[in-house]
Antibody, heavy 130, light 108 residues
Framework: HGQLQESGPGLVKPSETISLTCSVSGGSISSDSYYWNWIRQRPGQGLEWIGYIYATGNTDYNPSLRSRVTMSVDTSKNQFSLRLSSATAADTAIYYC??????????????????????WGQGTVVTVSS | SSELTQDPAVSVALGQTVRITCHGDSFRNYYASWYQQKPGQAPVLVIYGKNNRPSGIPDRFSGSSSGNTASLTITGAQAEDEADYYCNSRDSSGNPYVFGTGTKVTVL
């Protein structure tokens, strides 16, 4: 059963870039059809999906953050990373990395399961402040 | 802003059944996934796809869909089920992996 661990600076100055890394253990980041996600939670708020990356490098980002987000993957280190530029106080949050399960189409019901986040890191707190 | 709406809070007596709902147009052809989050902890997946439970999740948790509503049902709620619950699916604009607004479940 895999484990994920976030790392990175806990304090970032306004206008600078938040840079975080997620280390994957207990399995290869290149295995099967999993995709690797960043999700955040602002203080006292709900969850917000930031984006995902496949081991191939294919990405998709939340449209509301797309202009500031870059994700990358290093299969040799079994890690993937998040960069969020032009940080403001609104980016203060707990940042989680999570594994995504492959999408699936149910012929019997004509319903689509676009995948779920089955393994999560413990989260890392990032504060944007001068 | 999220287009998957949930009741902010529900309460249930110990051992009774509670249904947590999530409303969104995508549920007419997309399943929801459901997450449990306890204070100070990372979310945990409890239901995904067509009513699938990850290993270790008790069978008192179940999922269903009807029209534009996805539901998570806890049958025989336990004290340890007290938590925030979030649904996740595509929104009506086609944006993927949108989380619902969250429901706080209190077990009385």
């Amino acid at each position: 059963h895999g484990q994920l661990q976030e790392s990175g600076p806990g304090l970032v100055k306004p206008s600078e870039t938040i840079s975080l890394t997620c280390s994957v253990s207990g399995g290869s980041i290149s295995s099967d059809s999993y995709y690797w996600n960043w999700i955040r939670q602002r203080p006292g708020q709900g969850l917000e999906w930031i984006g995902y990356i496949y081991a191939t490098g294919n990405t998709d980002y939340n449209p509301s953050l797309r202009s500031r987000v870059t994700m990358s993957v290093d299969t040799s280190k079994n890690q993937f990373s998040l960069r969020l530029s032009s940080a403001t106080a609104a980016d203060t949050a707990i940042y989680y990395c999570a594994r995504g399960t492959p999408p699936f189409y149910y012929d019997s019901s004509a319903f689509y399961d676009e995948g779920a986040f089955d393994i999560w890191g413990q989260g890392t707190v990032v504060t944007v402040s001068s | 802003s999220s287009e998957l709406t949930q009741d902010p809070a529900v309460s249930v007596a110990l051992g009774q059944t509670v249904r947590i709902t999530c409303h969104g147009d995508s549920f007419r052809n997309y399943y929801a996934s459901w997450y449990q989050q306890k204070p100070g902890q990372a979310p945990v997946l409890v239901i995904y796809g067509k009513n699938n439970r990850p290993s270790g999740i008790p069978d008192r948790f179940s999922g269903s869909s009807s029209g534009n509503t996805a539901s998570l049902t806890i049958t025989g709620a336990q004290a340890e089920d007290e938590a925030d619950y979030y649904c996740n699916s595509r929104d009506s604009s086609g944006n993927p992996y949108v989380f619902g607004t969250g429901t706080k479940v209190t077990v009385l």
